[in-house]
C-alpha cells in the first residue's frame, strides 16, 4: 500500500513563529488532505489538497504531486494551534484513506 | 462534527463480550468509514462502506463486522472484545463525488478490561 511520511515528529515553537510541516507519500494520489487533531482529540478538515496551493488565514498548504509531497505552512503561530498534524491521502482505487504517522506541534506562550 | 455523530462517547466493556458502536450521519452522503487510532500506529482503515448493506474491509479489519441497513447509519461490532481492541474509534464520511473531503466524528474511546 501506500507509504505516507510526515516530518518532523515533534515541533515546539514560540507564539508568533513560522514553520514548515512535511508530508512525503509514495505512490501516485487522488486525493490528499490534512488534518489537525486538537488536544480534546477532535480530528478538523484543514484542506483537501491534491495539488497546487491553498491558503486559509494563517495556514496555507501546497501539494506537488508529481513529486509526491506536500507541505503545510503555519504563520504566527498561536497557542490554539497546538495538536497533532496529519497528512492523508487517498488510494487511487478512492477507497483507502492511509494516515502519516503526524507531526506534534506544541506552540508555548 | 456537525452532521456526523458517534455514541457512546466512552465506554468500559469486559474481555469476550459484544460490543456495537454506532455511527450517524444527517449528511446524506454515499461513503462512511471506521477508523482506529492507536499510538505509535496513528489512523488505521477497519472497514468502510459504499452505499446500503455495501461494505468493505479495510487493513485491519479482523475481529471486526459492520452493517450499514440506511444511509444515516454505520455500526461496528466487536463480536468478542479482547484487550488489543482497546482504542479510539472515529467514525468518517464523504461524498465521494470529486471532492472526497472527508468529515470525523468526535469518536469513542472503548477500554476492554
Known amino acids: 500500500g501506500i507509504q505516507v511520511e510526515q516530518s518532523p515528529p515533534d515541533l515546539i515553537l514560540q507564539e508568533g513563529a513560522n514553520s514548515t510541516l512535511r508530508c512525503n507519500f509514495s505512490?501516485?494520489?487522488?486525493?490528499l488532505q490534512w488534518f489537525h487533531q486538537n488536544p480534546w482529540g477532535q480530528l478538523i478538515n484543514l484542506f483537501y489538497?491534491?495539488?497546487g496551493t491553498k491558503q486559509n488565514g494563517r495556514l496555507s498548504a501546497t501539494t506537488v504531486a508529481t513529486e509526491r509531497y506536500s507541505l503545510l505552512y503555519i504563520s504566527s503561530s498561536q497557542t490554539t494551534d497546538s495538536g497533532v498534524y496529519f497528512c492523508?491521502?487517498?488510494?487511487?482505487?478512492?477507497?483507502?484513506?492511509?494516515f502519516g504517522g503526524g507531526t506534534r506541534l506544541m506552540v508555548k506562550p | 462534527d456537525a452532521g456526523i455523530t458517534q455514541s457512546p462517547r466512552h465506554k468500559v466493556t469486559e474481555t469476550g463480550t459484544p460490543v456495537t458502536l454506532r455511527c450517524h450521519q444527517t449528511?446524506?452522503?454515499?461513503?462512511m468509514y471506521w477508523y482506529r487510532q492507536d499510538p505509535g500506529h496513528g489512523l488505521r482503515l477497519i472497514h468502510y462502506?459504499?452505499?446500503?448493506?455495501?461494505?468493505d474491509k479495510g487493513e485491519v479489519s479482523d475481529g471486526y463486522s459492520v452493517s450499514r441497513s440506511k444511509t444515516e447509519d454505520f455500526l461496528l461490532t466487536l463480536e468478542s472484545a479482547t484487550s488489543s481492541q482497546t482504542s479510539v474509534y472515529f467514525c468518517?464520511?464523504?461524498?465521494?463525488?470529486?471532492?472526497?473531503?472527508?468529515?470525523f466524528g468526535s469518536g469513542t474511546r472503548l477500554t476492554v478490561v
Open positions: 468518517a464520511i464523504s461524498d465521494g463525488r470529486g471532492n472526497y473531503g472527508y468529515t
Open positions: 505512490d501516485s494520489v487522488n486525493n
Open positions: 489538497i491534491p495539488s
Open positions: 492523508a491521502v487517498l488510494n487511487n482505487a478512492g477507497n483507502m484513506l492511509t
Open positions: 449528511e446524506n452522503h454515499r461513503y
Open positions: 462502506s459504499y452505499g446500503v448493506k455495501d461494505t
